[in-house]
């Protein structure tokens, strides 16, 4: 007899994934799986395979116009926040709009926030179902969105097959569980403990939730073995410690861990110390790029140190930092800083990827990169822009891998005050130790292959 195997429980090599061209964190959460997305014709990004919900081919002019004003809106507003007198103010606002209420005292907050009630408004109405209908036409493979709005598409126009919904913070509003969680199909991959019960407290039941861990690049973890992680990591732990004061005190963890190689002093660095600098997908805090180009000038003519800006896709952030580097004389090839850029998101990624593999301190806003602590990468954090940013400083803290940044004016003082003591390795082997590194893989456990996720007794936080 041939046992039959449901829809629901079988086994798929590939997924759609669909995910939204708005900032950077959506897309960064799902670049990781693109070679488990099915390509639809005339709709998936060229060579990629996923769908941008909110300009692939053929999607009707009326959803086009809804996804850029709000768009638009926000990276206007997040561009603003630095202006003197209302910038806050304006900024403030929409914020509020988007909160996390605190976590405590545990409750039920289930009550649709009027953002969610707007957005169903828009959803009943059509948004969205040109996208879920094309793909009904389709095999029914599982959907993997890392947008809710997305999520909410796929769960009220009845997609067919089973829905995912990535997380992309350590923490969540409202906005991202729909109007009514009992009835929902919606599925959620979340990268913590802490989003799984503010989840439930929004009304998602357990079943629902799997804690996979953000999707990291599988390009700089190597496999299950971590083969590129931990070479990488040793190394930076080298260049880290230069007076071996975290390495002479932690020696067994270096050799449980990483191998023992890298705790002798016949190791030695194999490039100049090197930060990374990364503005957000709306351009913000540039300028505080520029400052710390100016603040470790010396270091940088000498050779004594390299600095990665990560321009990102924004044209006008590379050409201003072009202008910065050409005011300091800092423009030529050897210079010692490079920019990251290039024209479309998922070749940045490509290109940020390989740099952090020989990124020593990444130095950003505490957005969705705060999970890239999971590669052994120290963490120094710019200003937060937006609520959601500050529960991922928070969580930055909790587990000892980012600290928030002195005055950049003076980093040429404080940033090696805290690479003698020691402290930027271990920050580095703490996020190596205690943030989720294999999300990408348990994602596709879960989705392709009907897995349990394992790794929720394995992190704290």
């Not at 587990?399 to 005055?407: F, L």
Request: overall charge positive; some cysteine; hydrophobic content about 35%.
């Amino acid at each position: 007899m041939v046992e039959k195997i449901s829809r629901s429980d079988r086994n798929f090599s590939k997924a759609y994934i669909i995910t939204v061209d708005m900032g950077y964190g959506h897309q960064r959460a799902v670049y990781p799986l693109f070679d488990s997305a099915a390509h639809v014709e005339g709709m998936s990004m060229n060579g990629y395979g996923v769908i941008n919900a909110n300009n692939y081919g053929g999607i009707p002019k009326s959803d086009e116009r809804k996804w850029s004003g709000g768009q638009g809106l926000y990276e206007t507003i997040s561009r603003m926040k630095h202006l003197p007198l209302i910038g806050e103010k304006i900024f403030g606002i929409m914020d509020y709009v988007q909160r996390i209420e605190p976590f405590y005292p545990h409750r039920d907050l289930s009550k649709p926030t009027m953002q969610l009630k707007q957005i169903y408004a828009l959803i009943n109405k059509g948004w969205g179902k040109h996208l879920i209908d094309e793909l009904n036409k389709r095999e029914h493979l599982p959907y993997i969105t890392s947008f809710f709005t997305t999520a909410f598409f796929a769960d009220v126009h009845g997609y067919t097959g089973k829905i995912y919904c990535i997380c992309t913070d350590t923490d969540v509003s409202r906005a991202w569980v729909p109007l009514d969680p009992r009835t929902s199909k919606i599925n959620y991959l979340v990268p913590n403990r802490r989003v799984k019960e503010r989840l439930q407290l929004y009304g998602v039941v357990e079943d629902r939730i799997s804690i996979t861990g953000f999707p990291l690049p599988k390009e700089n973890i190597g496999g299950k073995n971590l083969s590129v992680l931990k070479k990488a990591l040793g190394e930076r732990i080298i260049h880290l410690d230069p007076e071996k004061r975290y390495r002479n005190k932690y020696t067994h963890t270096i050799q449980e861990f990483l191998g023992s190689r890298f705790c002798t002093d016949i190791c030695v660095p194999v490039h100049p110390l090197t930060i990374t600098f990364a503005v957000g997908g709306a351009g913000a805090q540039r300028e505080l790029g520029a400052t710390i180009t100016q603040s470790l000038y010396t270091h940088l003519v000498t050779g004594q140190m390299r600095l990665n800006l990560v321009a990102g896709t924004r044209n006008d952030v590379c050409r201003y930092y072009q202008a910065i580097l050409k005011d300091l004389g800092l423009d030529k090839k050897h210079s010692g800083v490079s920019i990251v850029y290039a024209d479309s998101k998922f070749e940045y990624f490509k290109k940020f990827n390989e740099a952090l593999n020989t990124t020593d301190v990444l130095w950003t806003k505490p957005s969705e990169l705060s999970f890239y602590a999971g590669l052994g990468i120290p963490i120094i954090m710019a200003p937060s822009v937006g609520s959601q940013e500050n529960f991922n400083k928070q969580w930055l803290e909790a587990i000892g891998a980012g600290v928030a940044q002195e005055d950049p004016q003076y980093a040429h003082e404080w940033f090696f005050d805290w690479l003698k003591s020691g402290w930027l390795a271990s920050a580095a082997m703490q996020g190596f130790l205690n943030a989720p590194r294999n999300g990408a893989y348990h994602v596709e456990e879960v989705v392709l292959k009907n897995k349990k996720s394992e790794i929720e007794d394995m992190h704290l936080l």
